[in-house]
């Protein structure tokens, strides 16, 4: 079973919008920093944005401006919602979780199964 799961993914128009979501597929104790990467193709994965426990968030150089990270820790879901992607953007997006499991033991880092992102006309 995979940890997180993430969906939203799809195709997109250059200046068009679309919101990716992630959540844990089981129960957990608790979470800490979540974070979107993503990976061209023929590219090494890259972080894209983190927001921490309390709300604070962090991006790229690249976004900034256009991508917005939030959270809702009662729904325990993370969310990227993407305003006026560009071809660049293409890529899959994973999310990567700091979290604990109900039998986890210990707080360690986690990773969705991706979801894919294509911005194209």
């Known amino acids: 079973q995979v940890p997180l799961v993430e969906s939203g993914g799809g195709s997109v128009q250059p200046g068009g919008s679309l919101r990716l979501s992630c959540a844990p597929s089981g129960s957990v104790v608790g979470i800490e920093d979540m974070d979107w990467y993503r990976q061209a193709p023929g590219k090494e994965r890259e972080w894209v944005a983190r927001?921490?426990?309390?709300?604070?968030?962090y991006y790229t150089e690249s976004v900034k401006g256009r991508f917005t990270i939030s959270r809702d820790n009662a729904k325990r879901t993370v969310y990227l919602r993407m305003d006026r992607p560009e071809p660049e953007d293409t890529a899959v997006y994973y999310c990567?979780?700091?979290?604990?499991?109900?039998?986890?033991?210990?707080?360690?880092?986690?990773w969705g199964q991706g979801t894919q992102v294509t911005v194209s006309s």
């Open positions: 927001v921490s426990r309390g709300g604070d968030t």
């Open positions: 990567r979780a700091e979290m604990m499991l109900l039998y986890g033991g210990t707080y360690r880092y986690y």
